[in-house]
Nanobody
Framework: QVQLVESGGGVVQPGGSLRLSCVAS????????IAWFRQAPGRERERVSC???????YYRDSVKGRFTTGRDKGENAVYLQLNNLKPEDTATYLC??????????????????????WGQGTQVTVSS
């Protein structure tokens, strides 16, 4: 059974850090494209980061230089390190698996409709 479970969210002050984890079961994260999305109340779900099958990483402009994603191969998980957090980063963060492996190892789709399995999300709140 395919499952994704996120953890690591919390409440931090501006400038703080968090490390989110997305643990997978039922499939191997090394063979799949995994993305992190976030959604704030009243806003559309947006892709924050993505790691391709060839370990190419992508980030939305607003988080470049602050967020880092990668695979924890021993844990069959993908992490998202969040540094220098800002109030506008407040949202529910969800990880997702792309629908099917793509032959281009650098491929990482942007839109939620390209992803089939989602975790339940973990809340990140940045507030002083």
């Amino acid at each position: 059974q395919v499952q994704l479970v996120e953890s690591g969210g919390g409440v931090v002050q501006p400038g703080g850090s968090l490390r989110l984890s997305c643990v997978a079961s039922g499939f191997n994260v090394e063979e799949n494209i995994i993305a992190w999305f976030r959604q704030a109340p009243g806003r559309e779900r947006e892709r924050v980061s993505c790691i391709s099958r060839g370990d190419v990483t992508y980030y939305r402009d607003s988080v470049k230089g602050r967020f880092t994603t990668g695979r924890d191969k021993g844990e069959n998980a993908v992490y998202l390190q969040l540094n220098n957090l800002k109030p506008e980063d407040t949202a529910t963060y969800l990880c997702a698996r792309e629908i099917e492996p793509h032959p281009n190892e650098a491929y990482c789709p942007t839109f939620p409709s390209f992803y089939d399995f989602w975790g339940q999300g973990t809340q990140v709140t940045v507030s002083s």
